[in-house]
């Protein structure tokens, strides 16, 4: 009897320690989250200009450029897969890999042949455990990615984009990532990145502005050239933050219940050690007793 | 004299933000100088010196950039930047 009480009473030790720890990542998870939702606001302004000139040069010229338009030569289709680093984050990596692969369902519904580009340690394991081939793997920082990182991204999935069909050329980016509504709720999101369409995106101007006519220098394709792929890397940076904001939301909100869940172990274990020891103590007196008992009589 | 609004951005946020009587830059056809009432402009920037002249006089502030460009309408100017170093152009070595 006593070593079920001493079980319990271990049980307990471990469970607070783990309990500690839940403790610490929510609290780390919680002061990365400003500064990362900072980041996703700091970069608006360059993502906003950027999407105000490239509607700019699209409402005003037609130039072609080859950002924007759809490649027939070859039915492969590149896939962004933007998860964490790490686990401890509920269902944050699980359900982006979980919306990549439904995306990659379908694309291969359509005859299409998806390659998978991966960001993430979670998503880079997911598809080696599955010994399933991934043209680019990004890992580390997932939770504060760098301009640099992105630019690493966006360099290699415009090369792709750019090289001929032989070459491993593919025809479209989708990317898949996180998003950031609100402490509460992030989604998984896919959205087709190239070819672009510029039309969707143009702002609508209000009814009594009306629409500079720009001078372009040196000329529409050249500005047109300079600004696609440049918007190309704030779409990608903007994913990534936009990405790694959820992730410390999801790590928050995860250990918060981690650390619940534990409190909530706790207390049981202390009922059932109780109990132990009240049953240890019954025990022991009716023994005495019926000892006593056996010698009066 | 109107002023204009410049805003200056980089990839990670805003360098700076403000009112402006000049901003001089090097654009895609050389250097161009932009003050109230200038025609609607979309040009690239080429490696150099952007400098945006105080509304009430003195001496300019200045960014020394790889690349970017520029945009201007309705005396907005939003100027995006690669990289950007605050500060004057470092001297040039003087030959000996």
Not at chain 1, 12 to 37: D, N, P
Not at chain 1, 93 to 119: D, F
Not at chain 1, 223 to 246: F, G, H, K, N
Not at chain 2, 85 to 94: H, I, L
Request: aromatic share 6%.
């Amino acid at each position: 009897m006593a070593g079920q009480q001493r079980v319990y009473r271990q049980r307990i030790r471990s469970t607070q320690s783990l309990k500690k720890i839940f403790r610490a990542m929510e609290l780390i998870a919680a002061s990365r989250i400003g500064k990362a939702r900072a980041r996703v606001t700091a970069a608006t302004p360059y993502a906003r200009a950027l999407t105000r000139a490239v509607s700019a040069v699209a409402t005003h010229s037609n130039v072609s450029h080859p950002l924007v338009t759809e490649r027939t030569d070859t039915n492969r289709v590149a896939v962004l897969v933007v998860t964490s680093d790490r686990g401890m984050a509920g269902a944050y990596s699980a359900s982006a890999i979980r919306e990549a692969e439904r995306l990659i369902g379908r694309l291969t519904e359509a005859g299409k042949e998806p390659v998978v580009y991966a960001t993430g340690r979670r998503a880079v394991s997911y598809y080696a455990f599955r010994g399933r081939e991934l043209a680019g793997q990004w890992t580390g920082n997932s939770d504060a990615p760098s301009v640099e990182t992105a630019d690493e991204i966006a360099d290699a999935l415009l090369t792709a984009f750019g090289a001929p069909a032989d070459e491993g050329g593919v025809s479209e980016l989708h990317v898949v990532f996180t998003q950031f509504k609100n402490m509460v709720t992030q989604t998984p999101h896919v959205i087709r990145l190239l070819p672009l369409e510029i039309v969707d995106g143009v702002e609508p101007l209000a009814d009594d502005e009306i629409a500079p006519l720009y001078e372009f220098e040196p000329s529409p394709e050249d500005v047109l050239d300079a600004l696609l792929p440049r918007y190309i890397r704030s779409r990608i940076y903007t994913c990534l933050l936009q990405a790694a904001a959820s992730e410390l939301a999801a790590r928050q909100r995860a250990m918060h219940t981690a650390t619940e869940n534990a409190e909530d172990l706790v207390r049981m274990y202390t009922r059932l050690a109780n109990q132990a020891r009240q049953a240890e103590i019954t025990q022991e007196i009716s023994e005495i007793v019926s000892g006593a008992d056996a010698l009066a009589s | 004299m109107a002023d204009i609004e410049v805003e200056i951005v980089g990839a990670e946020g805003k360098l700076w933000s403000g009112s402006a009587r000049q901003v001089s830059a090097k654009a895609g056809e050389g250097e161009i100088g932009i003050l109230a009432g200038h025609e609607p402009v979309l040009s690239v920037l080429k490696p150099g010196e952007i400098r945006v002249f105080p509304v009430g006089g003195g001496q300019p502030e200045r960014w020394q950039v790889e690349g970017g460009f520029l945009s201007f309408d309705s005396n907005h100017l939003t100027i995006v930047v690669d990289d950007a170093v605050a500060g004057a152009r470092p001297a040039a070595p003087t030959a000996h």
